[in-house]
């Protein structure tokens, strides 16, 4: 096992549905984890040690298909009841969503199935009570009190050894959850998947205007950082618009962080026939990334050479790397996705 100079590093992946993936643990649902995250973060980890499961994020939280989670699933995971509303890529929370809901009892569940555990954190915005316990316990009472927009609040009582069970449970008012960051005091690498599914550089945008987002960045003790974004974009806005705001984004992230470690990427071609990405073709805003790269002195990830030509590895191809959403990769194209993705990752975290 390779070890770090200091006791731990933090990586952040921060993206579009690319990053995020399902969120779903293959071990609660029989389904594989999708795209490449899960697998990236259980290589890492076992290269580099494990200082907790990092970030779970807590949107989506009664879909079946689509609730938040972290970077491996099979660790850390949530599933809710009741009547939560997502609020979707428009939240200044570091994976700029959050779970919305103002009846007592409605419940999110948080499970740990890891070995350790030191610290329990968990983002909200201000306003409400929630009641939480572990394992089926006593229920402790907590108001999310504080200055407007998003706090933090230790939770306390917490098991150090074993798997665990968190629930979350509404008790007044309207309650607005962002996530809960797990960290273990072990020496080692934790992994935070802040990828929003359906967002673009403007949501990013938006979230990194608001100090609150930029707060919660740093609470993450987050030092180095892959952003993939461009899916949405080419759905949404032009590459020149697309390039203005990775841009803008950049420079608030290093002006705020300036120690922080930044990889660009961008989604590669897809097979999608929407006629606005048949108009925009992924290859412009690949070069716009790349301008906004250089300019900052940061390093891209070429993602389309990887996958090569379209025509080969669309949905139809001959042999296919995107599933049938023509958008998002396929087993065969997550794992090549998750190759690339680990050289640029240890690129960042080896420099």
């Not at 807590?58 to 699933?73: K, N």
């Not at 572990?134 to 998003?150: A, R, V």
């Not at 660009?264 to 790269?293: F, T």
Request: hydrophobic share 40%.
């Amino acid at each position: 096992m390779q070890r770090f100079s200091g006791a731990s590093r933090t990586l952040a992946l921060l993206g579009d549905s690319w990053v995020r993936g399902s969120g779903l643990p293959a071990t609660a649902t029989g389904r594989a984890p999708t795209y490449f995250v899960p697998e990236l973060a259980r290589t890492l980890r076992q290269r580099f040690g494990d200082a907790g499961g990092g970030w779970c994020g807590l949107s989506y939280t009664t879909d079946a298909d689509r609730r938040g989670g972290s970077a491996e699933p099979d660790r850390l995971s949530q599933a809710g009841t009741g009547q939560w509303r997502t609020g979707v890529r428009n939240q200044p929370t570091p994976d700029i969503c959050t779970s919305v809901s103002d009846t007592p009892g409605d419940l999110i569940r948080v499970t740990w199935r890891g070995d350790t555990t030191s610290c329990v954190v968990l983002h909200a915005m201000t306003g409400g009570a929630i009641n939480y316990r572990w394992n089926g316990g006593p229920w402790h009472g907590l108001t999310l009190s504080g200055m407007p927009g998003q706090s933090r609040y230790a939770l306390q009582a917490f098991p150090e050894h074993g798997m665990w069970e968190l629930d979350i449970a509404v008790a007044q008012g309207t309650v607005s959850l962002a996530g809960v960051e797990h960290r273990a005091a072990s020496p080692g690498l934790r992994i935070h998947n802040l990828g929003a599914g359906g967002s673009s550089t403007a949501d990013w945008l938006a979230a990194a205007r608001s100090g609150a987002w930029l707060a919660g960045l740093h609470t993450l003790a987050i030092d180095s950082a892959v952003l993939l974004l461009g899916t949405n974009d080419q759905r949404d806005l032009g590459a020149a618009d697309y390039r203005a705001n990775l841009d803008e984004i950049v420079d608030r992230l290093l002006s705020q962080m300036p120690s922080l470690k930044l990889t660009l990427a961008c989604s590669p071609e897809n097979s999608d026939d929407l006629p606005q990405r048949r108009a925009r073709p992924m290859h412009a805003y690949q070069a716009a990334a790349a301008q906004v790269a250089s300019r900052h002195g940061l390093q891209t990830v070429d993602l389309q050479s990887v996958f090569g030509d379209v025509a080969t590895y669309g949905h139809n191809g001959a042999h296919p790397l995107l599933d049938a959403s023509r958008l998002h990769p396929n087993e065969a194209g997550s794992a090549l996705l998750c190759g690339r993705m680990l050289d640029a990752c240890l690129a960042l975290l080896c420099e």
